[in-house]
């Protein structure tokens, strides 16, 4: 049986998530291993030289950044056409990346930052917000009728943003934006890549994941 490649993974970790999901999309099979990030697994952190997830092991190539692996995925298999997007599409990834989640953490994490103010934080994230509302317009996604990976990279962020205070969020979000994210979280393409998943542990029977489905028992 040829041997898979490890994707160490959390829950509820947004990079994680849109890792995951370019996995999911992509078909390629992997074995997925759910990390507890206050108890991580020696093999994990002798694997990823950052002790972050998500973190991708195949053969002797070690892949520890969340977007590099959707890449990665995505360039062996892309059946939506994700990478077939403009250039706009990867500097809102990098906007989002960049200080759209420095705004998040500052905002949801304020007590952290006391030198900040979590008021202007959570203005400086809502403005990038603004700007995807205004892209997404009346389409499904930022760049038509079907999803691309600036969606599914961002779209996780954007979730944890929302649910820092989501009647807030509802009230000042856009409503192209409302639209967008509802239907990610409701959507099949979601609930198949955050099943409750057992901690890892080495010696464990590999757990399968790609086209969204992940079963235990190789």
């Known amino acids: 049986m040829t041997e898979l490649p490890a994707l160490y993974s959390f ?39 950052s002790g972050t997830v998500p973190c991708l092991k195949a053969g002797d190539l070690v892949i520890d ?21 403009p250039d706009l599409g990867h500097e809102l990834i990098a906007e989002a990346d960049g200080p759209f989640k420095a705004a998040l953490d500052h905002t949801k994490y304020h007590s952290r930052y006391p ?18 509302d205004q892209q997404i317009g009346d389409k499904l996604w930022l760049f038509g009728d079907m999803p691309s ?8 962020f954007v979730r944890q943003f929302a649910f820092i205070n989501k009647s807030r969020f509802g009230v000042d979000a856009g409503p192209n934006l409302s639209r967008w994210l509802e239907a990610f979280i409701a959507s099949e393409r979601f609930a198949a890549i955050m099943p409750k998943l057992p901690m890892w542990r080495e010696g464990d029977v590999p757990l399968r994941f790609e086209r969204a489905i992940a079963v235990a028992n190789l």
């Open 11 to 49: 829950r509820r970790c947004p990079y994680a998530m849109r890792a995951r999901l370019a996995v999911a999309v992509s078909g390629v099979a992997v074995e997925l291993r759910e990390v507890l990030l206050r108890d991580k697994a020696p093999a994990f952190l002798e694997t990823s030289p």
């Open 65 to 85: 950044e969340s977007l590099d692996v959707m890449v990665w995925a995505l360039q062996r298999k892309d059946p939506e056409g994700w990478l077939d997007m």
């Open 115 to 132: 030198e900040l103010d979590p008021e202007e934080s959570r203005a400086q994230a809502m403005a990038f917000l603004s700007k995807l």
């Open 149 to 156: 990976l600036a969606d599914m990279a961002i779209l996780p």
